[in-house]
């Protein structure tokens, strides 16, 4: 099992930014994902194992940006004018055997290891 630990999560006001980080102990294919209150946990962002493609959501495109940081094995998802729908406990996942590859992930099953989740409540 590979650890990942999340943080950075919290209370914002609608309009506002949160910034989550991921950190694991390679590097990996990684996405984020979503659960909110009484519903299936979902895609939000993912990015390749090189850094060359990343993919989201319709719901948060143009809001929220995945990416890799100089910080060792660390992607973060800034959350950019958040609104109250934002509001889930969001988790982060990694994809192990893929190697210099450009491609993205979007489904929960193909993803192998994941964190133990950070919640964001966003009021309005």
């Known amino acids: 099992q590979v650890p990942l630990e999340e943080s950075g999560g919290g209370l914002a006001q609608a309009g506002g930014s949160l910034r989550l980080s991921c950190t694991d102990s390679?590097?990996?294919?990684m996405g984020w994902f979503r659960r909110a209150p009484g519903k299936a946990r979902d895609f939000v962002a993912g990015?390749?194992?090189?850094?060359?493609?990343?993919r989201y959501a319709d719901s948060v495109k143009g809001r929220f940006t995945i990416s890799r940081g100089n910080a060792k094995n660390t992607v973060y998802l800034q959350m950019n004018n958040v609104t109250p729908e934002d509001t889930a406990v969001y988790y982060c996942?990694?994809?192990?055997?893929?190697?210099?590859?450009?491609?993205?992930?979007?489904?929960?099953?193909?993803?192998?290891?994941w964190g133990q989740g950070t919640q964001v409540i966003v009021s309005s």
């Open positions: 996942a990694a994809k192990d055997g893929i190697y210099n590859n450009q491609a993205v992930w979007t489904g929960e099953d193909e993803y192998h290891y």
């Open positions: 390679a590097r990996y294919a």
């Open positions: 990015i390749s194992w090189d850094d060359s493609n990343t």
